[in-house]
Protein backbone atom coordinates (compact mmCIF):
# COMPACT_ATOMS: atom_id res chain seq x y z
CA UNK A 1 0.00 0.00 0.00
CA UNK A 2 2.73 2.17 -0.28
CA UNK A 3 2.82 3.20 -3.58
CA UNK A 4 -0.03 5.79 -4.70
CA UNK A 5 -3.19 4.30 -6.57
CA UNK A 6 -3.94 5.05 -9.96
CA UNK A 7 -6.95 7.34 -8.88
CA UNK A 8 -4.38 9.37 -7.07
CA UNK A 9 -2.19 9.24 -10.36
CA UNK A 10 -5.38 10.73 -11.78
CA UNK A 11 -5.49 13.51 -9.12
CA UNK A 12 -2.93 14.31 -9.30
CA UNK A 13 -2.48 14.96 -12.99
CA UNK A 14 -6.06 16.63 -12.90
CA UNK A 15 -4.99 19.24 -10.68
CA UNK A 16 -2.17 20.56 -12.55
CA UNK A 17 -3.69 20.40 -16.03
CA UNK A 18 -6.64 22.83 -14.36
CA UNK A 19 -3.72 24.85 -12.59
CA UNK A 20 -2.04 25.05 -16.13
CA UNK A 21 -5.70 25.82 -17.57
CA UNK A 22 -6.07 28.58 -15.76
CA UNK A 23 -2.59 30.16 -16.13
CA UNK A 24 -3.43 29.83 -20.18
CA UNK A 25 -6.82 31.75 -19.42
CA UNK A 26 -8.38 28.56 -21.67
CA UNK A 27 -11.90 27.75 -21.34
CA UNK A 28 -13.07 24.19 -21.43
CA UNK A 29 -15.12 25.35 -24.27
CA UNK A 30 -11.97 26.74 -25.70
CA UNK A 31 -9.83 23.12 -25.15
CA UNK A 32 -12.63 21.96 -26.75
CA UNK A 33 -13.08 23.92 -29.79
CA UNK A 34 -9.24 23.55 -30.50
CA UNK A 35 -8.57 19.71 -29.52
CA UNK A 36 -12.22 18.52 -29.71
CA UNK A 37 -11.94 16.84 -26.75
CA UNK A 38 -15.83 17.11 -24.81
CA UNK A 39 -16.33 19.55 -21.99
CA UNK A 40 -17.75 17.69 -19.80
CA UNK A 41 -15.07 14.73 -20.09
CA UNK A 42 -12.18 17.31 -20.06
CA UNK A 43 -13.93 18.84 -16.30
CA UNK A 44 -13.92 14.93 -14.80
CA UNK A 45 -10.32 14.68 -15.88
CA UNK A 46 -9.77 17.71 -14.01
CA UNK A 47 -11.37 16.33 -11.28
CA UNK A 48 -9.55 12.98 -11.14
CA UNK A 49 -12.72 11.10 -12.66
CA UNK A 50 -11.18 9.72 -15.78
CA UNK A 51 -7.72 9.21 -16.95
CA UNK A 52 -6.08 10.93 -19.84
CA UNK A 53 -3.87 9.43 -22.19
CA UNK A 54 -0.54 10.41 -22.92
CA UNK A 55 -0.68 11.12 -26.62
CA UNK A 56 -4.11 13.37 -25.25
CA UNK A 57 -2.05 14.82 -22.83
CA UNK A 58 1.14 15.77 -24.30
CA UNK A 59 -1.24 17.62 -27.20
CA UNK A 60 -3.15 19.41 -24.54
CA UNK A 61 0.13 20.25 -23.20
CA UNK A 62 1.34 22.00 -26.87
CA UNK A 63 -2.27 24.26 -26.86
CA UNK A 64 -1.21 25.53 -22.95
CA UNK A 65 2.57 25.93 -24.31
CA UNK A 66 1.10 28.84 -26.76
CA UNK A 67 -0.16 30.74 -23.88
CA UNK A 68 2.52 30.10 -21.00
CA UNK A 69 5.94 28.65 -20.38
CA UNK A 70 5.76 25.13 -19.14
CA UNK A 71 9.12 23.38 -18.02
CA UNK A 72 10.37 20.44 -19.70
CA UNK A 73 10.45 18.63 -16.49
CA UNK A 74 6.93 19.68 -15.46
CA UNK A 75 6.01 18.14 -19.45
CA UNK A 76 7.48 15.02 -18.63
CA UNK A 77 6.15 14.53 -14.70
CA UNK A 78 2.48 14.84 -16.01
CA UNK A 79 2.88 12.69 -18.83
CA UNK A 80 4.54 9.96 -16.62
CA UNK A 81 1.48 10.37 -14.62
CA UNK A 82 -0.97 10.04 -17.37
CA UNK A 83 0.91 6.65 -17.88
CA UNK A 84 0.42 5.64 -14.19
CA UNK A 85 -3.37 6.40 -14.32
CA UNK A 86 -3.74 3.92 -16.79
CA UNK A 87 -1.65 1.40 -15.21
CA UNK A 88 -4.24 -0.75 -14.82
CA UNK A 89 -2.86 -2.00 -11.51
CA UNK A 90 -5.68 -2.96 -9.18
CA UNK A 91 -6.16 -1.50 -5.77
CA UNK A 92 -5.73 -3.01 -2.59
CA UNK A 93 -9.50 -2.65 -1.03
CA UNK A 94 -11.51 -4.26 -4.39
CA UNK A 95 -11.25 -7.27 -3.01
CA UNK A 96 -13.58 -5.99 -0.40
CA UNK A 97 -15.44 -3.81 -2.35
CA UNK A 98 -18.53 -5.70 -2.39
CA UNK A 99 -18.56 -5.14 1.26
CA UNK A 100 -21.20 -2.26 0.99
CA UNK A 101 -18.79 0.62 0.55
CA UNK A 102 -20.91 4.01 0.91
CA UNK A 103 -20.52 5.94 -3.05
CA UNK A 104 -17.05 7.80 -3.16
CA UNK A 105 -15.63 6.39 0.39
CA UNK A 106 -13.27 4.10 -2.24
CA UNK A 107 -11.74 7.54 -3.40
CA UNK A 108 -10.78 8.36 0.05
CA UNK A 109 -9.55 4.72 0.62
CA UNK A 110 -7.51 5.37 -2.84
CA UNK A 111 -5.94 9.16 -2.00
CA UNK A 112 -5.01 8.06 2.08
CA UNK A 113 -2.73 5.30 0.13
CA UNK A 114 -1.20 8.09 -1.99
CA UNK A 115 -1.58 10.95 0.47
CA UNK A 116 1.65 12.74 2.37
CA UNK A 117 -0.30 13.83 4.71
CA UNK A 118 -3.59 13.44 6.02
CA UNK A 119 -5.78 16.12 8.86
CA UNK A 120 -9.04 15.34 10.49
CA UNK A 121 -11.15 16.92 11.77
CA UNK A 122 -13.92 15.46 13.99
CA UNK A 123 -16.37 16.22 16.50
CA UNK A 124 -18.37 13.51 17.47
CA UNK A 125 -16.57 9.91 17.14
CA UNK A 126 -13.39 8.87 15.77
CA UNK A 127 -12.44 8.72 12.47
CA UNK A 128 -12.16 4.94 11.26
CA UNK A 129 -8.58 4.57 10.74
CA UNK A 130 -7.57 5.23 14.43
CA UNK A 131 -11.06 2.40 15.90
CA UNK A 132 -10.12 -0.40 17.23
CA UNK A 133 -12.18 -3.02 16.07
CA UNK A 134 -14.89 -2.67 19.12
CA UNK A 135 -15.05 0.78 18.84
CA UNK A 136 -15.55 0.77 15.15
CA UNK A 137 -17.94 -2.38 15.60
CA UNK A 138 -20.10 -0.20 18.02
CA UNK A 139 -19.99 3.15 15.43
CA UNK A 140 -20.95 0.59 12.74
CA UNK A 141 -23.80 -0.92 14.55
CA UNK A 142 -25.43 2.27 15.64
CA UNK A 143 -25.39 4.15 12.40
CA UNK A 144 -26.52 1.08 10.57
CA UNK A 145 -30.50 1.85 10.80
CA UNK A 146 -31.73 0.15 7.98
CA UNK A 147 -29.84 -3.42 9.19
CA UNK A 148 -27.99 -4.46 5.94
CA UNK A 149 -24.48 -3.48 6.53
CA UNK A 150 -21.57 -6.28 7.08
CA UNK A 151 -20.12 -5.46 10.13
CA UNK A 152 -17.20 -7.72 9.62
CA UNK A 153 -16.78 -6.15 5.94
CA UNK A 154 -16.38 -2.47 7.39
CA UNK A 155 -14.30 -3.71 10.13
CA UNK A 156 -11.78 -5.75 7.58
CA UNK A 157 -11.80 -2.05 5.84
CA UNK A 158 -11.01 -0.19 8.68
CA UNK A 159 -8.33 -1.97 9.96
CA UNK A 160 -6.28 -2.37 6.21
CA UNK A 161 -6.56 1.65 6.03
CA UNK A 162 -4.37 1.93 9.31
CA UNK A 163 -1.45 0.11 8.01
CA UNK A 164 -0.56 3.12 6.40
CA UNK A 165 0.24 4.49 9.62
CA UNK A 166 2.62 2.01 10.49
CA UNK A 167 4.00 0.43 6.68
CA UNK A 168 7.94 0.69 7.18
CA UNK A 169 8.14 2.98 3.85
CA UNK A 170 6.61 6.10 3.77
CA UNK A 171 3.70 5.82 6.34
CA UNK A 172 1.64 8.51 5.99
CA UNK A 173 2.12 11.64 8.05
CA UNK A 174 -1.92 11.58 10.24
CA UNK A 175 -2.41 14.71 11.83
CA UNK A 176 -6.19 14.25 13.99
CA UNK A 177 -7.72 17.38 15.69
CA UNK A 178 -10.82 15.82 18.17
CA UNK A 179 -13.06 18.02 20.34
CA UNK A 180 -13.33 17.23 23.49
CA UNK A 181 -16.67 15.34 23.55
CA UNK A 182 -15.23 12.55 21.70
CA UNK A 183 -13.34 11.60 24.92
CA UNK A 184 -16.62 11.47 27.05
CA UNK A 185 -18.91 9.82 24.43
CA UNK A 186 -18.74 6.64 25.39
CA UNK A 187 -19.11 4.35 22.38
CA UNK A 188 -19.79 0.46 22.74
CA UNK A 189 -19.54 1.29 26.75
CA UNK A 190 -16.32 1.85 29.67
CA UNK A 191 -14.46 -0.69 28.63
CA UNK A 192 -14.55 -0.57 24.70
CA UNK A 193 -13.45 3.20 25.38
CA UNK A 194 -10.58 2.50 27.70
CA UNK A 195 -9.15 -0.15 25.09
CA UNK A 196 -10.03 2.55 22.30
CA UNK A 197 -8.24 5.83 24.64
CA UNK A 198 -5.34 3.28 25.42
CA UNK A 199 -4.94 2.95 21.68
CA UNK A 200 -4.52 6.69 20.95
CA UNK A 201 -1.95 7.09 23.65
CA UNK A 202 0.02 4.36 22.10
CA UNK A 203 -0.09 5.73 18.14
CA UNK A 204 0.35 9.51 19.42
CA UNK A 205 3.91 8.27 20.52
CA UNK A 206 4.71 7.53 16.84
CA UNK A 207 6.87 9.89 15.25
CA UNK A 208 4.60 10.49 12.42
CA UNK A 209 1.50 10.81 14.28
CA UNK A 210 -0.02 14.31 16.05
CA UNK A 211 -3.00 14.44 17.82
CA UNK A 212 -4.60 16.95 19.46
CA UNK A 213 -7.75 17.91 21.45
CA UNK A 214 -10.03 21.27 21.28
CA UNK A 215 -11.00 21.54 24.49
CA UNK A 216 -14.60 22.51 25.39
CA UNK A 217 -12.96 26.30 26.40
CA UNK A 218 -12.90 26.98 23.40
CA UNK A 219 -16.24 27.44 22.28
CA UNK A 220 -17.09 28.27 19.13
CA UNK A 221 -14.39 27.35 15.88
CA UNK A 222 -13.94 27.84 12.12
CA UNK A 223 -15.04 23.92 11.90
CA UNK A 224 -18.48 24.06 13.93
CA UNK A 225 -20.02 23.20 10.68
CA UNK A 226 -18.93 19.70 10.58
CA UNK A 227 -16.07 17.11 10.32
CA UNK A 228 -13.72 17.26 7.31
CA UNK A 229 -10.16 15.32 6.01
CA UNK A 230 -8.26 16.94 4.23
CA UNK A 231 -5.45 15.10 2.52
CA UNK A 232 -2.15 16.26 0.80
CA UNK A 233 -0.50 14.68 -1.62
CA UNK A 234 2.64 16.51 -2.55
CA UNK A 235 4.76 19.47 -0.36
CA UNK A 236 2.54 21.68 -2.25
CA UNK A 237 -0.58 22.13 -0.08
CA UNK A 238 -2.91 23.52 -2.78
CA UNK A 239 -2.19 19.65 -4.68
CA UNK A 240 -4.55 17.91 -2.25
CA UNK A 241 -8.27 16.78 -1.63
CA UNK A 242 -11.39 17.01 1.17
CA UNK A 243 -13.92 14.85 1.76
CA UNK A 244 -16.78 15.53 4.10
CA UNK A 245 -19.16 12.40 4.50
CA UNK A 246 -22.80 12.08 5.08
CA UNK A 247 -25.08 8.96 6.03
CA UNK A 248 -25.36 7.91 2.57
CA UNK A 249 -22.52 9.52 0.53
CA UNK A 250 -19.49 10.86 0.82
CA UNK A 251 -18.63 14.33 -1.35
CA UNK A 252 -14.72 15.04 -2.24
CA UNK A 253 -14.02 18.78 -2.98
CA UNK A 254 -10.48 19.38 -4.95
CA UNK A 255 -10.24 22.82 -6.09
CA UNK A 256 -7.24 25.00 -5.15
CA UNK A 257 -9.82 27.86 -3.72
CA UNK A 258 -11.52 24.80 -1.75
CA UNK A 259 -8.18 23.03 -0.14
CA UNK A 260 -7.06 26.23 0.63
CA UNK A 261 -10.13 27.41 2.94
CA UNK A 262 -10.25 23.65 4.71
CA UNK A 263 -6.15 23.82 5.51
CA UNK A 264 -6.71 27.52 6.59
CA UNK A 265 -9.38 26.66 9.07
CA UNK A 266 -7.36 23.04 10.02
CA UNK A 267 -4.61 25.71 11.16
CA UNK A 268 -7.09 27.49 13.11
CA UNK A 269 -8.02 24.48 14.83
CA UNK A 270 -4.18 23.14 15.54
CA UNK A 271 -3.53 26.81 16.94
CA UNK A 272 -6.54 26.92 19.50
CA UNK A 273 -6.70 22.98 20.14
CA UNK A 274 -4.19 21.54 23.41
CA UNK A 275 -0.84 20.70 22.39
CA UNK A 276 -0.03 17.09 21.67
CA UNK A 277 1.64 16.89 24.94
CA UNK A 278 -1.46 18.13 27.05
CA UNK A 279 -3.92 16.69 25.04
CA UNK A 280 -1.98 12.96 25.33
CA UNK A 281 -2.34 13.65 29.23
CA UNK A 282 -5.49 14.56 28.80
CA UNK A 283 -6.29 11.49 26.81
CA UNK A 284 -4.71 9.61 29.57
CA UNK A 285 -6.57 10.90 32.51
CA UNK A 286 -9.75 10.59 30.71
CA UNK A 287 -9.13 6.41 30.35
CA UNK A 288 -8.10 6.03 34.19
CA UNK A 289 -11.59 7.66 34.93
CA UNK A 290 -13.10 4.47 32.95
Given at each position: ?25 LSLKDIE ?97 LQTDAYA ?30 RKENPVT ?117
Amino acid sequence: MGNPSAYVQRLILGVELAKLREQTGLSLKDIERELEFDQSWMSRVEHGERGMKARDVRSLLDLFGQHTSIEEGQREELLSLARAGFSGKPDWWRKLSGKGLKPKFDLLIAAEAGARTISHWRSQILPGILQTDAYAQAVIEATDVEGVVDVGGRIDIRRARQEIITRKENPVTLQVILDEAVLHRQVGGPEVMKEQLQRLAELSSLPNVKIQVLPFAAGAHPAVNGDFVLLVFKANDDLGMVYLETATSGLVLQSQHEVRRYSRTYGMLQATALSPAKSASLIASTAKEL
